[in-house]
Structures are given as structure tokens and as C-alpha cells.
């Protein structure tokens, strides 16, 4: 485990040094930290101080960042994200009543993970995918047309798929 | 026919034979043979293609360039420079030809495609937007290599000023003048940005764009680079779209190796480059110095204007900051002219513009249409009307910067001014149907716990107002309103409008002031009456169950508070004291036996 | 100077000079527009919008903070609408405020109250929700909190662009933005240097220093116990204005009158110890001069910038002096030398320390400065502590007969006094050092160039020949800029002096909070206080150091000589590097 942390933070020392070679080396902070998550998923605190110390740039300006952008997790994710469109056409069509049997079956608020780390709740603004609206996207796959009792069963089929 | 790479289509009317198409023929073949390119072309002949006047009439595809007036020596010559070399012989296109509108050819002439006019969106669906050589074929970089060798950077300037073009992203300063600014302004170094921040909910003009022709948006954004004497691209695009971000990243690269970006592009003296910048779920980095700063690597925070961009940018330089769709618009400027662009829309504000129609109306998507179309030929002759039936009752333009406008203010044209006038916004195009089965209210609220939610926080009138304003709709819509509430909002609205630092603050009370305006009496109602027309606002529902009922005790049993009791068989009745307005026994009833109002 | 150009204010014609925003303008024209976010010393936020004008043409307000003046130029400074938006702003500002300030510590001393007043804000109608956030009470020097917070940005860019520790940041956004350190760390794990300047700049209460005036009132009345107390030089340079007077008024008199009548025993004067600090400091220095440690040498008097140091500059602890600042020196010297002259157990001495500082409280809790494991200083108050206290024991300070201090700890030259006030040490310190490496007086002993407010300031002194090169810096932001020159030409100076604060101990984070007409940290003030200072000193017949006959006393009765083994013990100390590790940007 510990090994395998290693060689994230190594990679990241990697990219970080590459992006410190161009004119404004700072201004690929947002750039790290998306690197950041892409490794751990999210932005743990350890990590922000190694990135803090590789591109010379105080903690809290970094903590500032992170917590700006709501792109950025900073607690651990499940393993799947389960992100609900709330965009207008999504809302029109009946988002509301997806994200509350989404959170009823996850059994966690927007924001949470649930208890066995499978799922993290998400709320995402438009998806692009009003056509089919309202639209959830768990993971990159986005799934429409849903409504509350579609969206628990897609939910039951990832939680099978993780039990195998 | 495996290898075959272009299909060449002659004209064979009577008109173009007596013209000497035949002969091209002939020269066409001997050009082909002689390159031994047999396999890769093969050349069809048509009937009349009713360009008589323009004949003999050639026609490459893939591409659909048009050639006329060809002679048996313009064969040799189409086939080097098209065929081979990939360059169009621009003497002999057909004037007609203009970049907009190719889709005609593939989606035919339908009421969806047919009532709208593509410019920004042309190629979007007809070129492999991973193919640089699909959008070379479509004379792509052709406007780049016209500037580069027959233009100066001023001239540049001035075509984009006589188009008449206005920024797409909201703003609808005009673009011209903002690159003139930019050029001028003091600095040894400037930078190009294209914004691709697109945040409204409900708008997906940019990402289309960019996932359907990204090399255009690279195209316009290396233009402007020579006319203000800039040699650095910005794309700052969502991380919201991957799919977007790994074709601009396949559209720079190929560009690149096609020296169509890159150092002395086209042999030129003129060096470009464009990289990539994530941005990180913040809406209001799509305000130009909020975009700023989170380019440079801080929180997207807005500052004070001015300086300006233009003068004090990313960095401190200059900078020149477009929206997608702009920059979309700039090849088709410099190849079909600022003047004929100009012709197009009305008297202010020019061009087309995309809107991302979406709600309650059949047809939902991207249109785009020319300025001064109405709003009512949107939605009933592109969108194909009401969805389900109901009946029509706003149109939110400008996403959640915009107003909401009633029937009434149907046949106002969509351009930067009128839409003003009557109290909504252009906006970045997000255009929302709502039928008489959503409320008012709610819309507004839904609109301001979004700018409430992407607020940044850094000035007080939108960071506190907008919170107090979005807890005024919240009781209003559960039936606590108060006599003055409404007056509350109007004044906090008023006061955010013209007090706050950035435009997100400025426009966020707009949905809740213009449906103030349009549908005051919907706030009246749900104060006064404590009631919702629309029968969304739970809290001022009642649910009954009517003669319907068949008592089969689906309702009894959904209820979480028991507040439904009858006998089976029997008509059920609803206790309004327990029941808590959920909803759940009107929704499981089969026999619509339940009503609520 | 350029041509000036025309605006308008309220409809009459000015001629005013260009290149200036409209608050400056109309600054000079006398008109004040109200303002909160605003300060001088940092750069433009724009985000109060409390400052804000109407402009003929525009349609919207623009922040006069920040908007330019054109030719031509018509505005308004106080329509019936201006005044309605700007009275909605700040009850907006109120509304997510604790209605507590009956109970505040700047009840009386708040910008938000003024403001509140100023604008006639007389009923409140958009109350709702209010944020709440739990107060962070870890740190020993200063307070955080959140719920007082209007979110002006002063402290954080206080902070970040003038002392350059960047602890402080804006976190989230929007409603919920928040003031913090890093990762909502505690501030005692923080990498916060305790220099108390976001204190200075608050408008409100999201920033106090740690209060101790209840503990120490119950102390003052415990007559088992000797109450010895000791005021810093600045102290008595600014806490006049605490009590309605103008800035450098010397309340020296007056406080130690004033001290006894609080219920101290002894009152004696850091000034003293200042003395005694430049006794040690500048042998010290002539031993290093000599090849003995490292080279330059730099002050170690300022707290805030020890851990500063600690945490920033590491690679430099060898070349700090390794003095105890005047305080802890007193401090020593109270629990054993004056403990022993009063034939009582040191543990039966309250020390008392009155400082204008708030990095004091933290350096009188660090235990590597205990002396016979016991803490030198028990107790730190600030300058606006000690204010408070003697308006609330009902003093009449401003009509007190003027008092000396106490015997043996108690008299001091005029080198002790500019110790208070940047530039100071070091020109105390060059009078004594002077002496002692030349053997010779040295006649010239005002130093011009180490004078006044530049954030960087060099000097040079001729020793038998010998050139000796100084810099002083005041404010952690400059002492930043100041050692990375050294670290890239570490010859570049002999001795260099560091305050943490910006004008030196005056501009202190325990000062007195800025007067209604005035405005925190207010360069005029520094200069008046500053220059109370500098008159003490030219009052005086001992100028150096050297001279003072107490602590002459104090070599041959107890310490010997500077440098000795008790010396060494009492007055010395050592630094160590400490996590986290602060990180200064590049420029």
C-alpha cells in the first residue's frame, strides 16, 4: 500500500517538475491538483503539502484553491460517483425527485460517501445531455431519462456488480 | 470502390457541355492518370446542377467545393492543389459557396435544420471532428493562410469590425473593438483566450461546438493572434467535459504537425501556440477576470473593472477573451467578408447566434438562427411546440442571468437589444420552455439557489444578498410569505443589480425580478392565497381524493403518516392535519382518483 | 507634475490631478466616502462595495476604491439611492453577524458599528440565517473568530502581501466562505507568527488577541503574591490614544502611576532590560565580528519574527543572536536577581509583562525560555489589555500625578527608548558598540538613515577604519525581501536588525485599535508614535546604553560581564526549526 503511495507521489513530483520548466510555473496549480485527484481520487492533505513544497506555493493559498473549486473532493470517494444533473432541463423534467431517491437508497446527503464506500453522491450542473433529461452520471457513463425508480435500480446493479 | 479518396462530380448538362465540360473531362482524367490516382478518384457525372451560368461546373468531394467556369487547363491544376496538395484553387470557388449552411446537404431541409442558419455550428456533424483533413477539406485553415499572406493585422481588425460581430459569451461587447483595444494596448506580450467556461445549466452550445469542429475555435484564436500581435493561446475549458478536452487535444496537436500552429505557420513569420486549462467546477470563471485568476492558478474571484483585460490581463498583459462561439464565427468573417456577415441579423446585432433549446417544447437541441429571428418561431417552428400539451407559459433566455418572458413577448426578436428591453438577456444562449405545469416562483428559486450556489462569495450585495433573496422565494414557496416580501425582493434585486462587483452578481436577481414583473400575481398568490396555481409548491397543496377512488388501498398503504383511511372498496378520504404533502399517494394512484390543487 | 483634468462631485466643478482613483480624489476634496475594505497598505479587493459612487453615463455603482478618474467625469456621492444601497450593504453585512455587541470586545471600537451608525441603519429587514463556525481558541497570542468575520479580506491580504507568512486564506466561497490557515488547522499549528497585524486591520472582532485581564485582575487582588510588572518603550508612545489623545503622547509617568494604582508592587521598565539587551547583543556582535559565529548578525528581540524564523528561515538560525529579547530578559532577571534582592521564593513573583505586542504571549510560553524551569514573564498584556483594565478599575490616567519606576530594574538611557520603534536596536546598538570596539564615545548619535518608514533601510559605520554595514527591516514582508538579499550575498551586511511589525514595536499587534477619524496602522500615527520615542531619548542625559548606572550595578553585582556564564544562563537562549515549514512565493 504504503509502495504503491510512493510511486503516486513520485509521479506527481514528475509532472510537477515539468510544468515548473514554463513561464509562470505557479499558474498550474489547478492543472496539479486535478493530477492530484486523477492519482488519489481526492485531495489529501499530505499531498497538497508535497505539492505545496514542489512548486513553492503556501499551503493555504493551495488550501484556498482546493476548497474554491467544487471540482476538487477533499475527503476520500467511493467507488463510484454518482453525479445528479441538476441543470434546468434535468430540474424541468424532474431531477429533484431522482436525487431524493438516490439519497434515500445510497442513504447519504449530497456531498457524502456511504458507508460502504461505494457510492459518493454528487450534485453536477448540466451535463449536456438535456435531450435525454433528467440524466445522472455515475463514474464517465451517463444514464437519462431516468426517474426515481430507474435511478435506485441502476443503483442495485452497480452494489451487485461490486458484491460480484 | 476501398481506396477511393474523392469523388469529383461533373456537371453534364447541356449548358456546361457547350461550355467545354467535357473536355474537363478529359483533362481531369489525364491530370488523375498522370498522378496515378485512379484508384483514389473516380469522377461521377450529373445531370444539370442548375449553376448554369457558372459552367462548366466541377464538384470535389469530400468537401462539396464547388469550381465553375473550369477550363481543360484548370483540370491539371484542380488536382495538384486540391487533390494533392490539400489547397482549394480559390479563383475558381463558386462565390455562392459560403461556409454556412453545408449540412443542407446531409440533413435535407426539414423544419428543424431548415428554419435555421449555420455558421458557428457549420461543419458540426458533417467533418470527423478527429480528422484535421475533414476540416481542411472544408476550406478549414483557409481563412488563416488568407490572413497570413494577403491581410494585415489591421486589416484583419477591420473585417472583424465591419461584420458587425458581438461577443457570444453574454456581454455582447463588439469584437472588433475589443481586439483593436487589445492590439493597441502597451506590452511586449499578449495572450488569446478562449473561453470555454461554459456553466449556465441547461446550455451546451460550447461543448458541442468544440466536440464537433474544434479546429475552427483553434482557427479563429490563431487570427486574432496575428491581428493583435500574439504568439500564446489559452483554451480555458470545464473539466466537466472530457470528451471536448480530448478532441482539442487531438485538434492542437494535429494542427501542430500540419505547421498550422506551431512556429512560422505556413512558412510565415507568424508563430502560435495554444495550450490547454482546465478549470475546476466554478461558474464564475466564466466572468473574463475571474477566468483570469483561475488560469494563473488562484481562486476564480472576480476583480474590479477597470482595468480591463485588454490593458491588464493574465499575467498583467494583454489580453483578448472570447467565448467559443465567437471565435467560431471568425473564419467564416474573414473568408465570406465582414460585409456579407454583416447582412445577416439586424440592425445591432449581427450574425447568428445558437441557442440551447431545452424544457417543456418538442424538439429540444442546439438551433441556430439568424439575429432577429422571433422568439416564437424558436419554439413553435424549430422546437416544434409545447411538449405534452400543456399550455405555454414563459421563455427563460440568458440562463440564470436571464429573465422570463410570458406569452406576451413572443414575437420579440432575439437580439442583444430587444431582449433588454422587455427585461431578459441574450446571455450565453441557454433558452428554457416552461409550460403552466411549472411555477413561477419556483423557477426563480431554482434559478437563485444556482447563482446563490456559484456565487464566489467576494462581494457583499451578491455573497449576502442573494442568500436573504433565495430565503425570501424559500417561504414564499412554503406558503410563509409575508405581506412585503415582494417588496423585499425587489429592493434586494434592484440593489444587487447595480451594486455588486461582477456581472453574475449584477444578473442574478433577474429571474426573480423579471418574473416579478411578468407574474406578479403568482407571488401575490402564493402569499395571500397561500396558494400554486401550478401545483408545485407542496406546502399549498391539498391533495383529495375524489369519486374516482375504486378503494383499493394503494394510497393507504404509501402513506408514511397514515393520514389516509377508508374501507376496501370504499371511497378513501385524505386527514389534511396528518397528511405532510408528499405527494406519494398521488403518485402511486392508477385511477387519478386523487387530485391535489 | 501633469495637467490636472475636471470632474464633477455632486455637481461642482473640480480640477483635480489625473492618475488617481475617485476615493482619492475625493479624499482630498473632503468628501469621505464611507468605506470598509479598503485600506491603504494593501491592494485593491473592491468587495465591501460600501465605497461605492454613482457615475454619470454608467449604469451601474462603481467601487470608488478602485475606479479611475476620467476628464470629464461627473459623480455623486450620496443620491437617495447611493444611500439606500449603501445602508442595505451593510445590513446585509449585519445580518450575518452575532447580535452581540454588548458583549464584544470592540463594542465602542468597531469599524462595522461606526459604519452601522454612520449610514442610519435603524430597523432591519432582511434578516435569516447567519453562518456559525466554531471559535478557534488553540493559540496562546490570537483569537480566531469566523462568526465576527465580514469577510473584508484585510487580514488575509495584511498577511500575505505585507508580512508575506500567507497563513490566512479565503476558503470555500461564497455564503460560505470562511477566513482560515491551511487545512482549518488550528492556529496553533499554524504557520502563524503571532504578529497580531490582522488584529490591527480587523474591522470587527474575528480577530482578538488571548485575554488575560480577568486572570490578572484576580491576581492583583492575591496579597500572598509580589506583582511586578514591566511596560515595553511603545508602550507608553501610543496608549494615550486608548484614552481619547491625540498619537505620541509619552504616558510614561502616567502608566506607572497608574500600574500602582491597579495594584502592582514593583513597575519596571523593558526599557531597562533594553539596555542590557544592547549590552549582550553588541558584544556578541563584536565577538562574531571577530570570526567567532556566523556572520550577519541579526536581532532576535521581535517574536513574531523568531518564529518567523523558526519556520521560514531555518537555514539562518545561526545567524540570529542568541539574546533573549528585553522582555525575558526582565523576565530572568526579575525570578532570580530582583527575587533574591527581596529575599522572596521567585514563585511568589507574578511577572507581569505590558507589551504592544501580541507575539509575547506566544514567547512567554515557550518553555526554552523558562529560567529555573519557572516562565521569566507569567502573564502578557497588550497595550489595549492594559487600557482597558485602567478604564476599568476606574483610573483616572489622564489626571494622575506622574510616578518613576522602581530601583534596581527601573532606569534606562535613551538607547532602551528607540528600542521601540524601527531602526532602534541597531542605532542603540552601533552608540554602545561603538564604545566598546573603539574604546572611544561616539559623538554623532542620532543615525538619520535608519530613521523613518522605508520598509528597507541601509547604514554604515566607521570603527577604527573598519566598515561596518547594517540593514533594517521592519514587517515581516520586508525582513522577507531583506533575507533573501542575504542569503544570496551573505557578505552584504555586518548586522542587520528585524521587527516583525510594520513601523517596529509602535505599529505592534496589541496597539490600540484605530480612532473613528482614523484608519488602522495609519502612517501619520506610526510617525507621531515614533517620534514620542525619539524624544524621550534626546531628553535624556544617558543616551547609551553603556552609561546607565543601573545596569552597570547590575555587571558588578551579579552578571559580571556581558557574555559571562550567568549571562548566558539568564539572558541567552536558542532557536530551532519548526514545522510546518512556511513557504514565501516567488515573486
Redesign the interface.
Known amino acids: 500500500m504504503i509502495e504503491m503511495k510512493d510511486q503516486k507521489i513520485d509521479e506527481l513530483k514528475e509532472y510537477i517538475a515539468a510544468t515548473q520548466s514554463n513561464d509562470n510555473p ?1 499558474s498550474y496549480l489547478i492543472a496539479v491538483l486535478h493530477k492530484v485527484q486523477g492519482l488519489f481520487g481526492y485531495l489529501p ?1 499530505e499531498v ?2 508535497v505539492v ?2 514542489a512548486m ?9 484553491v482546493a ?2 473549486y467544487h471540482y476538487f473532493n477533499l475527503k476520500p470517494v467511493g467507488k463510484h460517483i454518482v453525479s445528479v444533473c441538476m441543470g434546468t432541463a434535468c430540474y424541468v423534467r424532474g431531477a429533484g425527485k431522482v436525487l431524493e431517491a438516490l439519497k434515500k437508497n445510497i442513504g447519504v446527503e449530497i456531498g457524502e460517501t456511504s458507508e460502504d464506500k461505494l457510492f459518493t453522491l454528487q450534485e453536477a450542473r448540466c451535463l449536456g445531455a438535456c435531450g435525454i433529461a433528467p440524466v445522472i452520471m455515475i463514474d464517465d457513463k451517463i444514464y437519462g431519462e431516468l426517474t426515481g425508480k430507474t435511478a435506485t435500480e441502476l443503483i442495485k446493479k452497480y452494489r451487485k456488480a461490486a458484491k460480484g | 470502390m476501398p481506396n477511393t479518396e474523392y469523388i469529383i462530380t461533373l456537371c453534364d448538362g447541356p449548358s456546361c457541355i457547350h461550355k467545354g465540360s467535357r473536355t474537363v473531362k478529359d483533362a481531369l482524367e489525364e491530370a488523375i492518370a498522370k498522378h496515378n490516382m485512379q484508384d483514389k478518384v473516380k469522377i461521377h457525372l450529373s445531370g444539370c446542377l442548375g449553376m448554369c451560368s457558372k459552367g462548366p461546373i466541377v464538384i470535389v468531394n469530400p468537401g462539396y467545393t464547388i469550381y465553375g467556369s473550369v477550363t481543360e487547363a484548370d483540370a491539371a491544376e484542380i488536382i495538384e492543389q486540391h487533390l494533392i496538395n490539400g489547397k482549394y484553387v480559390t479563383r475558381l470557388v463558386v462565390d455562392e459557396d459560403h461556409l454556412y449552411n453545408r449540412f443542407f446537404r446531409i440533413f435535407g431541409d426539414n423544419d428543424f435544420f431548415g428554419k435555421q442558419m449555420r455558421i458557428t455550428l457549420r461543419n458540426c456533424g458533417i467533418i470527423d471532428p478527429e480528422n484535421i483533413d475533414d476540416y481542411l477539406s472544408l476550406r478549414g485553415y483557409e481563412a488563416l493562410a488568407k490572413v497570413l499572406t494577403e491581410l494585415t493585422p489591421k486589416d484583419v481588425i477591420d473585417e472583424v469590425k465591419t461584420s458587425g460581430l458581438r461577443g457570444r459569451g453574454g456581454g455582447g461587447f463588439p469584437t472588433g473593438v475589443k481586439w483593436d483595444f487589445t492590439a493597441n494596448a502597451p506590452g511586449d506580450e499578449r495572450y488569446v483566450i478562449c473561453n470555454a467556461d461554459e456553466g449556465d445549466p441547461g446550455a451546451f452550445m460550447d461543448r458541442s461546438a468544440i466536440e464537433g469542429d474544434p479546429h475552427t475555435i483553434l482557427e479563429g484564436m490563431a487570427i486574432a493572434g496575428y491581428a493583435i500581435g500574439s504568439t500564446k493561446g489559452i483554451v480555458y475549458i470545464r473539466a466537466e467535459y472530457p470528451l471536448a478536452i480530448k478532441r482539442l487535444e487531438k485538434a492542437i496537436e494535429d494542427a501542430s504537425k500540419n505547421n498550422l500552429l506551431g512556429d512560422n505557420i505556413l512558412g510565415s513569420e507568424f508563430s502560435f501556440d495554444i495550450e490547454i486549462r482546465l478549470g475546476a467546477g ?1 461558474f464564475v470563471c466564466g466572468e473574463e477576470t475571474a477566468l483570469i485568476h483561475s488560469i494563473e492558478g488562484s ?1 476564480g474571484m472576480p ?2 473593472r ?1 482595468p480591463y483585460p485588454s490593458v491588464k490581463g493574465l499575467f498583467g498583459k494583454p489580453t483578448l477573451i472570447n467565448n467559443v462561439e465567437t471565435w467560431a464565427n471568425i473564419p467564416v468573417i474573414i473568408l465570406d467578408g465582414g460585409k456579407w456577415f454583416s447582412s445577416i441579423g439586424t440592425e445591432t446585432s449581427k450574425g447568428t447566434k445558437v441557442f440551447a433549446v431545452a424544457g417543456m417544447v418538442k424538439n429540444t437541441g442546439l438551433v441556430e438562427v439568424p439575429m432577429g429571428t422571433t422568439l416564437r418561431n424558436i419554439v413553435y417552428d424549430i422546437g416544434g411546440g409545447i411538449e405534452g400539451g400543456g399550455k405555454f407559459k414563459a421563455i427563460q433566455t440568458g440562463g440564470p442571468s436571464g429573465g422570463c418572458l410570458p406569452e406576451e413577448y413572443l414575437d420579440t426578436k432575439v437580439d442583444y437589444e430587444s431582449l433588454a428591453a422587455v427585461g431578459s438577456i441574450m446571455g450565453s444562449g441557454g433558452m428554457i420552455v416552461i409550460d403552466e405545469h411549472s411555477c413561477m416562483v419556483d423557477v426563480a428559486k431554482f434559478f437563485l439557489e444556482f447563482t ?10 451578491c ?3 442573494t ?2 433573496m433565495l ?1 425570501i422565494l424559500t417561504r414564499i414557496t412554503q406558503g410563509k410569505g409575508k405581506p412585503g416580501d415582494i417588496e ?1 425582493l425587489e ?2 434585486g434592484t ?1 444587487a ?5 461582477c456581472g453574475l452578481g ?1 444578473s442574478a436577481p433577474n429571474p426573480v425580478l423579471s418574473t416579478i414583473k411578468n407574474f406578479r400575481q403568482e407571488y401575490e398568490d402564493h402569499i395571500f392565497n397561500k396558494k400554486c396555481v401550478a401545483g408545485v409548491c407542496g406546502a399549498l397543496l391539498t391533495y383529495t381524493i375524489i369519486e374516482k377512488c375504486v378503494g383499493c388501498g394503494a394510497c393507504k398503504r404509501v402513506c408514511p403518516t397514515n393520514a389516509i383511511s377508508g374501507t376496501r372498496k370504499q371511497l378513501h378520504t385524505i386527514d389534511q392535519d396528518a397528511c405532510i404533502k408528499c405527494g406519494q399517494c398521488y403518485d402511486t394512484c392508477k385511477f387519478e382518483a386523487i387530485t391535489k390543487a | 507634475m501633469s495637467e490636472l483634468i475636471t470632474i464633477h462631485i455632486n455637481e461642482t466643478e473640480y480640477k483635480v490631478e489625473p492618475d488617481q482613483t475617485i476615493m482619492q480624489a475625493a479624499d482630498k476634496l473632503g468628501f469621505h466616502i464611507p468605506r470598509l475594505c479598503y485600506h491603504p497598505k494593501l491592494s ?7 465605497c ?1 459612487v454613482e457615475v454619470e453615463g454608467m ?5 470608488s476604491c ?3 478618474i476620467t476628464d470629464g467625469m461627473k459623480l455623486h456621492t450620496n443620491t437617495k ?1 447611493l444611500r ?2 449603501r445602508r ?2 451593510i445590513e ?2 449585519l ?2 453577524h452575532p447580535m452581540d455587541c454588548h458583549t464584544c470586545e470592540r463594542d465602542g471600537n468597531c469599524e462595522l458599528q461606526r459604519l452601522a451608525a454612520s449610514v442610519g441603519i435603524r430597523a432591519r ?2 434578516e ?2 447567519k453562518k456559525h463556525y466554531e471559535k478557534d481558541i488553540s493559540f496562546s497570542s490570537i483569537i480566531r473568530d469566523p462568526d465576527k468575520c ?2 473584508c ?1 484585510r487580514c488575509v491580504r495584511m498577511c ?1 502581501e505585507v508580512q508575506k507568512v ?12 470562511v477566513v ?5 488547522m488550528p492556529m496553533s499549528e499554524s ?1 502563524c507568527t503571532a504578529c497580531g497585524q490582522c488584529i490591527n486591520v480587523c474591522p470587527t472582532a474575528a480577530f482578538l488577541e488571548k485575554n488575560y485581564t480577568q486572570e490578572l485582575f484576580e491576581k492583583l487582588n492575591d496579597d500572598s503574591i509580589v506583582k511586578v510588572v514591566q511596560f515595553a518603550p511603545s508602550v507608553r508612545a501610543a496608549i494615550g490614544e486608548a484614552f481619547g489623545l491625540e498619537p505620541g503622547v509619552n504616558m510614561e509617568g502616567k502608566l506607572v502611576a497608574a500600574f500602582r494604582k491597579l495594584g502592582f508592587d514593583y513597575v519596571f521598565d523593558t526599557q531597562f532590560s533594553a539596555d542590557l539587551t544592547i549590552m549582550e547583543e553588541a558584544s556578541e556582535f563584536l565577538e562574531r565580528l571577530q570570526g567567532k559565529a556566523a556572520m550577519p548578525m541579526i536581532t532576535s528581540c521581535s517574536s513574531a519574527w523568531m518564529k518567523c524564523l523558526e519556520q521560514f528561515y531555518p537555514d539562518l538560525i545561526d545567524n540570529v543572536s542568541t539574546c533573549k529579547s528585553p522582555m525575558s530578559m526582565l523576565g530572568a532577571l526579575i525570578k532570580t536577581y530582583f527575587a533574591n534582592k527581596i529575599k522572596t521564593d521567585p514563585k511568589k513573583i507574578l511577572s507581569v509583562a505590558t507589551m504592544c505586542c501580541t507575539a509575547k504571549k506566544y514567547e512567554a510560553a515557550r518553555p526554552e525560555l523558562d529560567v529555573d524551569g519557572m516562565p521569566g514573564v507569567d502573564i502578557v498584556v497588550t497595550t489595549r489589555e492594559i487600557a482597558w483594565m485602567i478604564k476599568s478599575a476606574g483610573i483616572d490616567i489622564l489626571n494622575i500625578e506622574e510616578e518613576t519606576p522602581d530601583s534596581p530594574l527601573g532606569i534606562s538611557s535613551g538607547a532602551g527608548a528607540i528600542f521601540g520603534t524601527t531602526g532602534g536596536v541597531m542605532e542603540a546598538a552601533i552608540r554602545t558598540a561603538y564604545e566598546l570596539f573603539t574604546g572611544q564615545t561616539l559623538v554623532d548619535i542620532e543615525i538619520e538613515d535608519l530613521r523613518g518608514l522605508e520598509g528597507i533601510k541601509e547604514g554604515k559605520v566607521l570603527m577604527d577604519g573598519n566598515e561596518i554595514r547594517v540593514a533594517v527591516a521592519h514587517g515581516l514582508g520586508n525582513a522577507c525581501d531583506l533575507l533573501d538579499i542575504v542569503r544570496q550575498e551573505p557578505d552584504r551586511y555586518h548586522f542587520i536588525e528585524i521587527m516583525g511589525c510594520p513601523g517596529g514595536c509602535i505599529g505592534g499587534g496589541g496597539q490600540p485599535y484605530a480612532a473613528a477619524n482614523s484608519i488602522p496602522l495609519d502612517e501619520d500615527c506610526l510617525k507621531k508614535r515614533a517620534e514620542a520615542l525619539y524624544d524621550i531619548d534626546r531628553k535624556k542625559t544617558i543616551r547609551r546604553s553603556l552609561d546607565n548606572p543601573d545596569i552597570q550595578q547590575l555587571y558588578k553585582k551579579f552578571l559580571h560581564s556581558p557574555l559571562s556564564k550567568v549571562s548566558h544562563k539568564l539572558l541567552h537562549t536558542h532557536y530551532q526549526a519548526k514545522t ?7 515573486k
Open positions: 505557479e492533505r497538497m503539502d505545496a513544497k513553492n506555493i503556501p499551503t493555504a493559498h493551495i488550501w484556498g476548497t474554491f | 466554478a481562486r476583480r474590479p477597470p446563490q450556489d456559484e456565487s464566489c462569495g467576494k462581494c457583499t450585495p455573497r449576502e444578498g442568500k436573504r430565503e423585499k429592493r434586494l440593489m443589480q447595480r451594486s455588486s462587483l449584477q | 485593491i479587493e473592491g468587495a465591501c462595495r460600501v461605492i449604469k451601474n455603482y462603481v467601487a478602485a475606479f479611475p439611492g439606500r444601497a442595505d450593504i446585509l453585512l445580518d450575518n429587514h432582511f435569516g440565517e465580514i469577510l479580506g500575505s500567507h497563513n490566512l486564506t479565503q476558503a470555500h466561497r461564497g455564503f460560505k466562505t482560515m490557515p491551511a487545512y482549518n504557520v510546518p515549514v512556511g513557504i514565501i512565493p516567488k
